[in-house]
């Protein structure tokens, strides 16, 4: 009976498929809000599909900066030292911190416009070391271009954004060569805090025809502040964050933060699985989502075209 029973134990070894090893992935974003916290699930999901459960034999850390620097900095010394087989920087203050306190631990960055702007590799095909992850660089000339098509009398973008934010300032510049291409100008206003975006925004009136947030993470942590002075205002708000659209902005062409979360978990996986990171080419985030508000649209004085409702992946009324 005892060889039967070993017999048998053996055949089930041999069938069952090979589980995944206990690790510990740690998770930090810059500050929390809806796209951000979307990645983070996303990657989360991403482990879960290929076997790495959350208290089976997954350890998933996660550790929000608050909107602070110094903060996301502390974050990533206390990764560093505690020594998880990967770090998930979500979002490009958070990467900078992460790829600064080590140069061992497997890094996958994620939600970050502008990989080599931010300095965090030298080459997108081969980032070699450490380090790789996902870029999600705005679509800018497809956002001026939705832009003109429901405000076809617009001249001027005004765009709202933190000046200390690397993948802003980098945008902005993408902003500016696209919009002169457009035939539209471009007037800035920076915040740097949470708490200077509602006036930041107010800076923008009488000075833009319409104001264009991107993935910036301190604007889009404040939004509602924006949201009020353009309804006020009667000035129509754009965002690249598709998260933001049910928060009061008109549309967004961006990412599903979701599945920008989930890409970046397959790399995890990867590297996991015994791939090294520096190998692994960054790329862009595949996919994107046409949102639409008709009801913020209505109280910032506009009229959604019925083309643009039309091809809408989500319409909020």
């Known amino acids: 009976m005892r060889h039967l029973l070993l017999a048998v134990a053996a055949t089930l070894a041999i069938s069952m498929p090979a589980k995944a090893e206990d690790v510990t992935v740690a998770v930090t974003a810059i500050v929390e809000h809806p796209a951000l916290d979307a990645a983070r699930d996303g990657v989360k999901e991403a482990l879960a599909a290929a076997g790495y459960k959350e208290g089976e034999n997954l350890k998933f850390l996660y550790e929000s900066a608050q909107g602070n620097p110094a903060t996301a900095a502390q974050i990533a ?44 590799v030298t080459d997108m095909d081969k980032p070699g070391g450490n380090v790789t992850g996902l870029s999600d660089l705005s679509p800018v000339a497809e956002h001026l271009a939705l832009i003109k098509e429901i405000l076809p009398e617009a001249k001027t973008i005004g765009y ?47 000075r833009a025809d319409a104001i264009y947030i991107p993935t910036d993470n301190t604007i889009i942590s404040a939004l509602e502040g924006a949201v009020a002075v353009a309804e006020e205002a009667k000035l129509p708000l754009f965002t690249a964050d598709t998260d933001s659209v049910s928060r009061g902005a008109i549309a967004a062409l961006g990412f599903n933060y979701k599945d920008v979360g989930k890409q970046t978990g397959e790399i995890v996986v990867r590297i996991l699985k015994g791939e090294n990171p520096g190998d692994i080419a960054v790329k862009v985030a595949a996919g994107t989502d046409l949102v639409v508000n008709k009801g913020a649209a209505a109280k910032m004085g506009v009229t959604l075209p019925e083309a643009v409702v039309g091809r809408a992946t989500r319409v909020i009324e």
């Open 160 to 206: 709202l954004y933190n000046s200390g934010e690397a993948n802003s300032v980098s945008l902005l510049a993408v902003l500016k060569a696209e919009a002169e291409k457009a035939g539209l100008t471009v007037v800035e206003s920076a915040a740097t805090k949470s708490a200077e975006v509602q006036g930041a925004a107010r800076a923008l009136v009488g």
């Open 77 to 120: 010394r206390q990764f560093a030292g505690e020594g998880p087989d990967v770090i998930v920087p979500i979002s490009t203050p958070s990467a900078q911190a992460v790829v600064s306190a080590t140069k061992d631990i497997p890094i996958v960055f994620t939600a970050v416009s502008d990989p080599l702007g931010a300095q965090l």
